[in-house]
């Protein structure tokens, strides 16, 4: 049983080119959660997601992010114009009910902005 | 907001000794009360977690308190291994929302 697949593990863009990070949940698992996470620091919560719905994206930034998680398909979170400061590791997790509980995290993808 | 404050930072304890990890959060309807272990390049992985109507849980060398009162909780290892070097982080929400609640994280190292 494979685990929460993210890709790419690494990822190096340009200022002002788009990013789009993916993320397949486990099998079984409709709930997909980003986290954010800027060097020695912790987890930020950006957006929870079901099927076809965003459930809560109040970690999101305003501008430039998106998420969707689609009928079919892998999750993904897209950011647009990206800038320095957007270099950090994001990391997607799942979970088979929701409510905080049972979390599985994938291996992230770094992403550095040149 | 609800707020997770994570100590110590680092930890640097003896092969075999014990660690202690605090975390205090702020949010009183706090319920549930996870914790990480962070390996170098790897995503966070559940290792135990604790729901706000028991005060102790145990697993093998692993154990986390909850002082609801105080609102703390603890992770305690005992007889340390090198392969338990990492960074641990706690984190809290309220059951039924969506979203976990991150400490900063604490870098702990066993020497052998």
């Known amino acids: 049983n494979a685990g929460v697949m993210q890709n790419p593990r690494h990822l190096v863009r340009r200022r002002g080119q788009e990013a789009r990070l993916r993320c397949s949940p486990m099998k079984g698992h409709s709930h997909v959660y980003w986290y954010r996470q800027l060097p020695e620091e912790g987890l930020k919560f950006m957006v929870y997601l079901q099927k076809e719905n965003i459930i809560d994206e109040s970690g999101m930034p305003k501008e430039r992010f998106s998420a969707e998680f689609p009928k079919e398909g892998p999750s993904i979170l897209r950011i647009q114009q990206v800038v320095r400061g957007d270099s950090a590791a994001y990391f997607c997790?799942?979970?088979?009910?929701?409510?905080?509980?049972?979390?599985?995290f994938g291996s992230g993808t770094r992403l550095t902005v040149v | 907001g609800e707020n997770v404050e994570q100590h110590p930072s680092t930890l640097s304890v003896q092969e075999g000794d014990s660690a202690v990890i605090k975390c205090t959060y702020s949010d009183s309807a706090s319920n549930y009360f996870p914790w990480y272990k962070q390996e170098l390049g790897k995503g966070p992985q559940l290792i135990i977690d604790?729901?706000?109507?028991?005060g102790e849980k145990k697993d093998q060398r692993i154990a986390v308190t909850l002082n609801k009162t105080a609102k703390h909780f603890s992770l305690h290892i005992t007889e340390t291994q090198p392969e338990d070097s990492a960074v641990y982080f706690c984190?809290?929400?309220?059951?039924?929302?969506?979203?976990?609640?991150f400490g900063t994280g604490t870098r702990l190292q066993v020497f052998p």
């Open positions: 984190a809290a929400s309220i059951l039924n929302t969506d979203k976990l609640i």
């Open positions: 997790a799942s979970s088979p009910v929701g409510q905080g509980q049972g979390y599985t």
């Open positions: 604790i729901r706000s109507n028991v």
